[in-house]
């Protein structure tokens, strides 16, 4: 055996060993960075379907679930009913509307995911005849203001290629 792979391995190891608790404690400060700017996007964002809810039921809207989440992968905001007419609801909270409309954030791969959710709730209820729409909540919560809330009827259809 060479010898000096011998002596070479305890530094090798010091320096892989060094190597993890620097990696560790810069993951440990990464993680603490951005867990603290999520945490306060998703309390605006918690904030913002509560201010919706409250608005919808002003409205005269039954609010029926929130923050549905369906083994298909869909998801949905809020789940209410309009009169005979179930309403899956998008909320899209912002603090400006400096990079467009809040509604303008649903996109085509968002609209799937939410058609999904739809199509689990609708499964869920053994599939009944019932009219259904999609609506986008917009809550701008600007500093010091009272939070505009606007309502976006029939916003978009069932995603291609869901059908129902």
């Known amino acids: 055996m060479d010898h000096r792979a011998e002596y070479a391995q305890p ?4 320096l892989i060993s060094g ?4 990696t560790a404690s810069l993951f440990a400060a990464l993680r ?3 867990s603290q ?11 913002g379907e509560t201010i919706a809810c409250q608005h919808l039921r002003r ?17 949905l905001d809020i789940v209410c009913r309009d009169g005979d ?7 899209k909270t912002r603090s400006s509307e400096d990079f467009g409309r809040p509604f303008e954030a649903v996109r085509p791969d968002q609209q799937r995911r939410i058609s999904r959710g739809a199509l689990a709730w609708l499964r869920m209820l053994d599939n009944p005849d019932i009219l259904f729409r999609f609506d986008i909540v917009e809550v701008v919560m600007r500093d010091g203001r009272k939070p505009r809330v606007e309502v ?13």
């Open 11 to 14: 530094a090798v190891r010091r």
């Open 152 to 164: 976006i009827r029939n916003a978009f259809q069932l995603s291609a290629p869901y059908v129902y």
């Open 32 to 34: 603490t960075r951005f």
């Open 85 to 91: 007419t179930l309403v899956f609801v998008e909320v």
């Open 59 to 75: 409205a005269g809207y039954k609010v029926l679930y929130r923050n549905f989440r369906g083994r298909t992968g869909g998801e």
């Open 19 to 22: 190597l993890g608790s620097s």
């Open 37 to 47: 700017a999520r945490a306060e996007h998703l309390e605006r964002g918690f904030a």
